[in-house]
């Protein structure tokens, strides 16, 4: 499974709690001016170096806080996050302080429509979640006969006992907002203003309804949003929640067109009203979405300091220190944020720094006490989604297609979940059900992920025709990347990754390399080792892979890689423990990549 990014991270609810200083809704953000103002995305207004070596220390300490695992392989980092290692650790870590009790204390007490947000988004919410569920147009399964059955079972199940969990639980919502906030930032006001922002005060009765972004269809949200604009151009908390679900429709459809969008709409906000901490979490939040992380963290910190009970910005923050490689500043930042705003958010982003540093059974139990404590079906699609993409890691397709199954019951268009059905599907030995699947996938979201997955199983079925179509897949991730970039995105990443199997071998070690360049992640580590590989340079290569497989990440591709490597360069011994290694995690990775790795182990063991 491709590594798990930003990108698909839900941003259920609207940051913002006020903080104490904050002032409430209706003293809050807009003020009245000129009409006319031009609002992006209307009508036809839509916009579509060789680096350093690594260090020679880098196989056990990536210079960015990853600790070294004696003996350890395997680690990830960025685009999604992690890649990992032999087994996990014996003993269960500590979880950031508070966690486990607070999703205690969640499954047993929070409601939909909770005050602290821990449910549905709060008053005054704009844009972050749910609206990524609400707006995916229904397609590849309904209620009908293409139910896969144990999808339908668990929809039956969650829909009988939604009314009655939301009634019994609604009552104590309230107090677990005061035990959990101390009450002020709970019941303090749902307002986005902040005191001496200059802007003259402009009545709420324009504006779109609270929430409206989180609760409803994401396009009319922004129809909505767009109206009220023209009746009210200086309304700067409306411009930042446009510019957000602007970064959500392009995240959620596939569209990086979006994003110039999001951006000229982020900027007018920060225009009416400079240092808004709305406008400057979205600003990150698109950043992060552009892969640009520097600048995601650069924005993050701003926000916080405008506003430390930011949940966009904390979340982003976090992100952005995973991509970057930064694993102890991001197992900090998740520390900050479970005491600032402990909640789905929060609790996926701590499992996964856990993840990374090859702690699998910590990530698995914040995330199944966060499965227990979610409510909407956006959280309960992502977090059952996260738990699907661990058990595939660990090679127990079983477990994984369960949790995708619940997953699809929330929310039957959640890509991720269909990706990841049809992943541990091939793994599981059920290819046709996975091309099948794939396909459906590919004609509504062609993303590099889910093209290159079904491409390689073209591939690896080899019937008539297969190689031919394997090779339109791959066109494709070109022309995404294309469209990626005309958007803002930093694409290298995805592009080395697709090239270096399937596509220019040159261009895959320039993307890499530039890549690296920016960033010192456990993914880009990989993807800059298996370039040079591909293109010859296997000594170069090793230090690479030695240091994507430092953290404890378990990830059977970066393991595969760095023992093919190890072949090239006449480790023979280190080679086939860390080909075994691969297979023995997670013998279905890859298609091609797993049948690969047991020829080399084949030949390996025959040569002693």
Known sequence: MPPRTTDSAPERRDDDHP????????????????????????????????????????????????????????????????TGAR???????????????????????????????????????????DAETASRPHALSGDGAGVEPRVAALRRAADGGRRWRAAHLAGCAALLAVALTGGAIAFGGVGDGRAGSGAEAVSAAGAPPAGVLARGDLDAGIGSLQKHLRAQPRDFGSWATLGVAYVEQARTQGDPSRYPQAERALKRSLELDPGNDQALAGRAALAAARHDFTGALKDADRALKQNPYSERALCTRIDALVELGRYEDAAEAARTADDRRPGVPVFTRYAYVKELRGDVRTARDVLERALEAANAPGDIAYVATALGQ????????????????????????????????????????????????????????????????????????????????????????????????????????????????????KEALRAARAEWNRRHSVHTADALAWALHVNGRDEEALPYARRATA??????????????????????????????????????????????????????????
Not at 111 to 125: I, L, Q, V
């Open 19 to 82: 903080h104490p200083d904050q002032e409430t809704a209706g003293e809050s953000s807009a003020g009245r001016g000129p009409q006319g103002a031009s609002i992006p995305g209307e009508g036809a207004a839509a916009e579509t170096g060789d680096g350093a070596s690594p260090d020679p220390a880098d196989g056990a300490e990536d210079g960015h806080g990853a600790h070294p695992v004696p003996g350890a392989v395997g680690t990830s980092g960025a685009d999604a996050p992690g």
């Open 87 to 129: 087994a996990a650790h014996g003993t269960r870590a500590e979880s950031a302080p508070g966690t486990h009790d607070r999703l205690r204390a969640e499954s047993q007490t929070s409601a939909e429509g909770g005050p602290d947000g821990h449910g549905s988004p709060p008053p005054g919410n704009e844009g972050c979640a």
């Open 390 to 505: 661990l058990a595939w890691n660990q090679g127990e397709y079983e477990t994984a297609l369960d949790h995708y199954a619940r997953a699809l019951a929330a929310d039957e268009d959640y890509l991720p979940a269909l990706e990841g059905r049809a992943r541990a599907q091939a793994a599981n030995g059920d290819r046709a059900a996975a091309v099948e699947r794939l396909e459906q996938v590919v004609a509504r979201f062609p993303l590099p992920g889910p093209l290159v997955a079904l491409g390689e199983l073209y591939e690896d079925r080899g019937a008539d025709g297969d190689r031919a179509k394997a090779g339109d897949q791959y066109a494709l991730v070109d022309a995404w990347t294309s469209l990626a970039r005309a958007g803002g995105v930093n694409a290298d990443l995805d592009s080395a990754m697709a090239a270096a199997d399937h596509g220019d071998k």
């Open 551 to 608: 953290t404890g990440y378990r990830n059977a591709g970066f393991l595969y890689h760095r023992g093919i490597i190890e072949r090239a360069t006449g480790n023979d011994r280190e080679a086939r423990g860390h080909l075994k290694a691969a297979l023995d995690l997670n013998p279905g990775f890859s298609p091609l990549g797993a049948r690969e790795a047991r020829t080399a182990l084949k030949d390996l063991e025959g040569a002693r």
